[in-house]
């Protein structure tokens, strides 16, 4: 069965440094999310992307977030300058049908 | 804005008896209910959802929710609990008029002991 990859699996950088994760998401799928979650906790949405663009983002996804399709595969999440509230597991998604979606390991990303 | 609650932190059952994991939501129009199940240290995995129709859906893994209009529930059951079903679990809706973004809920982490 199809699956959606990210990596890293684990990445530690220091406050203020710039972080991409990055993501395949299954091909025949549209639409593609971030979320994230906090120590095993609520997991957050961040960002919806369709066709090339954003189409929904949420509080969270503020001037330090950016996101791109660059190459018509890979999906990133780009992350300019660290903060330490900014560890936490990173979930890329993507959707088959209106709500089931398909969640790859997890990019955990750890600030100092 | 929508949004999930899930009462219970923890529920614990033993292997072989009936489980329930507790979902109530609050939305905008016409719900779209899922349920997902997150095993330690892997992604979350769609189990089942509600669109429309029967109240009652049926997932993966032998998992069933039941639709409640009047009581804004979604509950997760299933009749006969493995050791294999620990895990945390999530429920999450979205707006069939509003945002399609699903809005999860804070997990429920069920404990089947043998």
């Known amino acids: 069965e199809p699956e959606v990859t990210q990596t890293p699996s684990h990445q530690v950088t220091q406050m203020g440094q710039e972080v991409i994760l990055r993501c395949v998401p299954i091909?025949?799928?549209?639409?593609f999310y971030w979320y994230r979650q906090i120590l095993g906790q609520k997991v957050e949405f961040l960002v919806s992307f369709y066709n090339n663009e954003i189409s929904e983002k949420s509080e969270i996804f503020d001037d330090q977030f950016s996101v791109e399709r660059p190459d018509g595969s890979n999906f990133t999440l780009k992350i300019r300058s660290t903060k330490l509230e900014d560890s936490a597991m990173y979930f890329c998604?993507?959707?088959?049908?209106?709500?089931?979606?398909?969640f790859g390991e997890g990019s955990r990303l750890t600030v100092l | 804005a929508q949004s999930v609650a899930q009462p219970e932190d923890q529920v614990k059952v033993a292997e072989g008896n009936p489980l329930t994991v507790k979902c109530t939501y609050s939305v905008s129009g016409n719900p779209y209910l899922f349920w997902y199940v997150q095993y330690p240290n892997r992604g979350l995995q769609f189990l089942l959802k509600?669109?429309?129709?029967?109240?009652l859906v049926k997932g993966s893994y032998g998992f069933e929710a039941e639709f409640n209009k009047s009581q804004t529930s979604f509950h997760l059951k299933k009749p006969s609990a493995l050791v294999s079903d620990s895990a945390l679990y999530f429920c999450a809706v979205s707006a069939s008029g509003g945002s399609y973004i699903p809005t999860f809920g804070r997990g429920t982490s069920l404990i089947v002991h043998p």
């Open positions: 091909s025949n799928h549209l639409y």
């Open positions: 998604a993507s959707e088959r049908a209106r709500g089931e979606l398909f």
């Open positions: 509600y669109i429309t129709g029967d109240n």
